[in-house]
């Protein structure tokens, strides 16, 4: 239990890093559509990188969430339950539909940049992305199967 | 479970991409460091260049960079063993939280070795001390402590389902 409650700590940290990223979309807009406007003619996707970059990060910020929720839910009840299943699914959805989204859009900047070392690199990242979410897709599967040898478990006198 | 094979499948393919790249790699390397021709190297999503610098420098990086690499492949081998473990209808069993247990082990020795190693690197191409947080010890990390837990929970199953069995 203390390396889910590790775990749950630099969740907790990277929600707050997130709402701190979003806070400064907020307050510092200016400056980003200054950035944005003077290198959309150099990259790929041009001017809609920061709102792609945007709806990305939402997407990760509301998979943290779920997680941190699973994480707490595990601390206080247990793995095997149903409700930690659930929010499993939920946050292993999350993670699989982010690294497809990402693993399509460097493929797409792949074949239309010249840096394509780079983008090799980061195309493996995002498939380990999309592959952990699958993994915990399986994972919340198993985790029912585990609830059923608990509750059997717990039954026997 | 149709998903897992869609898994299994997905992992092989992942896996056996790593392998040429790896082996790309280490074809490309040792000529490209005898032939002092431009050359960047990938790194966990980061790109190191190379280029023009003192041989003994790149070697010293080269071996940073293949190291963390190398525990990067061990560990997918990993998961990929794993997966092919589960598609055999085994669950819960020591084989298995064994195999979380490492591939978490793996992954914070990932997290923590590729944010010293490129502090080192830095270090060798800018002479400079550097620190820098980024996002791939913080991933790295959370996968090592999220495949620890899982071992232990498996660990645990796995003790449920023998005492389930042992029952009568």
Known sequence: ?157 | MKSLSILKTLINIYYYLMLIAFSIGLITAPILLLTQKKYDVSFLGNTIDLTGIAIWKSIIALILIGGILFLYFKSIQLIKNSVNHISKGAYFTEYLAGNFKKIGKLFIMIGIGATVAKMVITLLLESQIGFSLDSTLFVFIILGLFFLFLSEAFEKASQLKKENELTI
């Open chain 1, 1 to 157: 239990m203390v390396k889910i409650k590790i775990l749950l700590g630099i969740i907790t940290l990277l929600i707050v890093v997130y709402i701190l990223h979003f806070l400064s979309y907020f307050f510092l807009a200016d400056y980003f559509a200054e950035i944005s406007k003077s290198t959309e003619s150099k990259i790929v996707f041009g001017k809609y990188n920061l709102v792609i970059g945007l709806i990305q990060s939402i997407v990760i910020f509301f998979g943290l969430i779920i997680s941190f929720k699973c994480m707490y839910e595990i601390i206080k009840r247990g793995f095997f339950t149903k409700t930690s299943k659930k929010l499993m699914y939920v946050a292993g959805i999350i993670f699989l539909f982010s690294g497809l989204v990402a693993l399509s859009l460097d493929s797409i900047r792949l074949f239309n940049s010249a840096n394509q070392g780079t983008l090799i690199g980061i195309l493996f990242m995002d498939f380990l992305l999309a592959l952990i979410g699958f993994i915990i897709l399986i994972i919340s599967e198993m985790s029912c199967i585990g609830f059923e040898i608990k509750s059997e478990n717990d039954l026997t006198i």
